[in-house]
DNA sequence: CTGAAAGCGCTTACAG
DNA sequence: CTGAAAGCGCTTACAG
């Protein structure tokens, strides 16, 4: 029974009108003597206003987050982060999964706007024209996660410099013959700009010519273009654009007896908590996930806010030293 | 303008009533041909009701999810299927985070309740008092995962028989000194029956007295209790009760320069897909966290149509040979 | 500082 | 088969 109580049976109880129960709420004026009046009440009954019955509030206290899949290690540390920041500021986040498909995903976005959310988060794998036509239509504030937004705010992370880092390491550590295993252009954070700054990294140290391959996001891709250029050439270092490409590297240089790093280097991008199990650990560049949500979430506020928030915030990388890249020199 | 359509404008625009319009949603008597012009209107404007302003509905067609955390591949998989199975039934899910905080699940629980979900989907560490107290207030079924719930429906993995197969397959493969690292027995699931049905298979094959630690459920945790077990005793097999523990019991043993498995066999729970990646792959016991969640959304939609649904559920369990374990014969 | 009244976007008996 | 009216649990001007 307790826990069907409505806002009016707590003003009953306490005394009081509805609408003060929902200016203590909502931090309206209450006296302090009736403050601690609804206070007692609430505490008794462990009442929690529902947070869904705000139709005609100003703001619903619901941010959105639409996400591509839910079984994903990123994914699951930017919603960790979103989840986190959003309920210490009294928001709750409202997840929506597009589950890989496109028209959810826009049913999504539809959904959570006609719910009258306060703010909308969305880490998708492409932008497209349906997407810039809908965050046009509405006033709702949109942030988005991970890719190129250009006519709003986006929160990236910095692939270019990060793949410019590592070419520039590999080069450093003396390595002469480098293969690259890619993904397609299509996605143009990892695809283009993380390649692109492997190679001008590379470059740097006087290496022009890489092997490049490319391939899905998969264990498979990874030991399929492992293998094409094994054939290919007697490298000294393969860079994979993902973590998990590297984890199809290392299977294949062991099947075929080759050491990492004695005989092969072996350096990827993600810093997943797998990479340190591996052995030898992986050396990579770790992105950060949990900072991406959090600026994500905290742009949407400071934009609630009115506050000024950048088009284009970059989230930081970090440099993993496992033990899968050998000084050459 | 298109996207803050409310039901009353598409009404105006088809010539009908707005509880015509509701009808239309809601399944009631409509006539074909004023279908039709609904229906016209509704695809024109891309319009979605707002599943939130149902609050006198009979069904809010809302399915809360509780869950202890958002950052473990087992919950990304149990909320995945979860989300799949309920999408397709047309209901929403709604996913909320406790963050590995018991008060912030009880309030989460409490939340649910008040928004008036149709049903509660939970997974907790522990089902204490608190949570029965909840659930006994209220009207709305509720379904436990991972934990016995009594009082309830729940659905389990098969922890006890999963155990006793760890358990006899490592007294078969002629291990004589074992070593379990289990967890605290507050988590019944895995801390007593897993750990109980591992002894029970373990007696079968004469081995009664293994060294037993207990450990949170953290990489670092397992990394100590396997210390604390080689300190006490050359053991030539280390049972973990989940693959993240065996992580832990990796690192420490190829830290001692004891090799994996001619010194020590190790063997896992969980069927993580890292658990694949390590070196020597890990044997372990795969759980089948697609199953749970899938049973766990088809039960409670059951539960809402009053159909019966058994009280306690078992989800299968696969055997995952890997090469961290020796035949000692 | 507080209450009565109207309203948010929907659903539901109840007439017709 | 359809519409007018009341209601869900809240919030918000507006008086006082």
């Known amino acids: 029974m307790a826990e069907k109580m409505t806002?009016?049976?707590?003003?009953?109880?306490?005394?009081?009108?509805?609408?003060?129960?929902?200016?203590?709420?909502n931090g309206g004026?209450?006296?302090e003597e009736t403050k601690a009046k609804i206070q007692k009440i609430i505490e008794e009954y462990n009442y929690v206003p529902n947070a869904f019955a705000r139709l005609n509030a100003k703001e619903m206290k619901v941010i959105g987050v639409v996400v591509p899949t839910l079984n994903s290690k990123i994914t699951s540390r930017v919603i960790t982060s979103i989840d986190r920041y959003l309920r210490e500021n009294d928001y709750t986040t409202l997840i929506m999964n597009s589950d890989h498909d496109i028209?959810?995903?826009?049913e999504n976005i539809r959904?959570?706007?006609?719910?009258?959310?306060?703010?909308i988060l969305i880490s998708s794998i492409a932008i497209t024209k349906d997407h810039k036509e809908l965050f046009q239509k509405t006033k709702i504030p949109i942030v988005?996660?991970?890719?190129e937004y250009e006519e709003g705010v986006s929160i990236l992370d910095d692939d270019y410099n990060a793949g410019k880092f590592v070419g520039e390491?590999?080069?450093k550590m003396g390595h002469r013959k480098v293969g690259y295993i890619g993904v397609y252009e299509t996605d143009t954070a990892v695809g283009v700009k993380r390649r692109d700054g492997v190679l001008d990294g590379l470059k740097k140290y006087g290496i022009m010519n890489p092997l490049i391959g490319k391939s899905d996001y998969s264990f498979i891709g990874g030991q399929k273009v492992t293998k094409e250029i094994l054939e290919q050439e007697k490298v000294d270092c393969i860079i994979c654009a993902t973590d998990r490409l590297a984890f199809g590297a290392y299977k294949i240089l062991q099947m075929q007896g080759l050491r990492i790093p004695e005989d092969v280097s072996v350096i990827g991008f993600g810093g997943y908590d797998e990479s340190s199990l591996l052995t030898p650990e992986l050396t990579t560049l770790k992105f950060d996930s949990y900072g991406m949500g959090y600026l994500?979430?905290?742009s949407i506020l400071k934009m609630l806010k009115g506050e000024a928030v950048s088009k284009k915030q970059m989230v930081e990388y970090e440099f993993?030293?496992?033990?899968?890249?050998?000084?050459q020199n």
């Not at 806002?7 to 709420?25: H, Q, W």
């Open 169 to 171: 390491y590999v080069g």
């Open 29 to 31: 004026y209450v006296k």
């Open 320 to 327: 993993i030293q496992g033990k899968s890249v050998k000084e």
């Open 296 to 298: 994500g979430a905290e």
């Open 144 to 147: 988005v996660l991970a890719q």
């Open 7 to 25: 806002m009016a049976d707590i003003a009953e109880m306490a005394g009081v009108a509805k609408s003060t129960v929902s200016r203590y709420f």
């Open 111 to 119: 959904r959570l706007i006609r719910q009258n959310v306060d703010g």
């Open 103 to 106: 028209d959810l995903e826009l």
